[in-house]
């Protein structure tokens, strides 16, 4: 598969060179706006099923989160996989076809909200998740998958390229939990012509799979492919911590896209405790480095347009 590009880009200046002119507002959480709209995410598959069978609600949640403030929306999908639509009885063909799909609604929907009187830029981060994420077992906020760089680089370079093809303006290489799974990330981006963003998963000043954070964010510092580097997926307070670190170490523009800080009760099988994210917090986030900031699991519209409205104050 080439990757040449096959969709419109979009006429704005590149992400890229719009982080010069400060920090950049990215969406929230794509799983629960679909399920805060009904839309039930049961499956191995999560948010890309909906590609197949709803593609117009993917459309929706992107929608409303430009509408909130968002210039990025990141695409559904994290879970899409040549791997994982197989397990479904999806063939090669089509699972391509379905991952140009979640590129093309985010772009429609920059689109509508363009139409609808939003004059700022707008982009579309493609998400390439962990390949924990494919396995559908809560691995890819472990890492150690016992495979090697090699072949975890041979498992996300055919869907990337896929992604490519699609035409977005970067990629979000999000949610890794381990310095290795990174490397093979690193080496399965190189030569396709979208910029991307490294984005791990942490817990404390570690990875997931255990690894400094000085050290794995490191691996990226020297990766012309890689424009920014930080955490999403993680706890807030685990962020302030890592946003430093990261542009400390990398010298680039750190991202910064964190869960709202409640705990997910497996037995229960429900969400508890409090949100620790607030817009206000993203102030310390932009005097660490942070460029591109928005929000992950249980962040939604009205938080996301809270971290617009602080950093137009910023």
Not at 259 to 275: H, M
């Amino acid at each position: 598969m080439t990757s040449t590009r096959t969709s419109s880009p979009s006429p704005f200046p590149a992400l890229v060179d719009a982080l010069a002119a400060g920090p950049v507002v990215l969406d929230g959480g794509m799983s629960n706006q679909l399920e805060s709209a009904g839309h039930d995410l049961g499956g191995e598959l999560w948010s890309a099923r909906l590609l197949a069978e709803r593609p117009e609600a993917v459309a929706e949640a992107h929608l409303a989160y430009f509408e909130a403030g968002a210039s990025v929306a990141i695409t559904a999908s994290y879970q899409a996989t040549f791997e994982g639509f197989a397990r479904r009885g999806i063939g090669r063909a089509r699972a391509a076809e379905l991952m140009a799909l979640s590129v093309r609604l985010a772009r429609e929907a920059a689109d509508r909200a363009r139409a609808a009187g939003a004059a700022r830029p707008l982009w579309v981060a493609a998400s390439a998740g962990p390949y924990g994420a494919m396995l559908a077992d809560g691995s890819e906020y472990r890492g150690r998958y016992g495979l090697t760089v090699d072949e975890l680089a041979r498992f996300h370079r055919p869907r990337l390229e896929a992604l490519a093809a699609a035409g977005p303006d970067v990629f979000a290489l999000e949610t890794v939990p381990d310095a290795d799974e990174a490397r093979a990330l690193l080496r399965a981006v190189r030569g396709l012509g979208v910029p991307a963003w490294l984005s791990y998963t942490v817990a404390g000043g570690r990875t997931r799979a255990g690894q400094p954070l000085e050290e794995a964010f490191a691996l990226a510092a020297d990766a012309e492919e890689v424009f920014a580097v930080g955490v999403n997926c993680c706890a807030p307070e685990d962020a302030d911590r890592a946003v430093a670190v990261a542009a400390r170490v990398t010298g680039r523009p750190v991202v910064v896209y964190p869960n709202s800080g409640e705990t997910w009760d497996a037995a229960a099988r429900a969400w508890s405790g409090r949100s620790t994210f607030t817009p206000q917090r993203v102030t310390g986030w932009v005097d660490a480095g942070a460029r591109l900031i928005g929000g992950c699991c249980r962040v939604g519209p009205e938080t996301i347009r809270g971290v617009a409205e602080a950093l137009a104050q910023a």
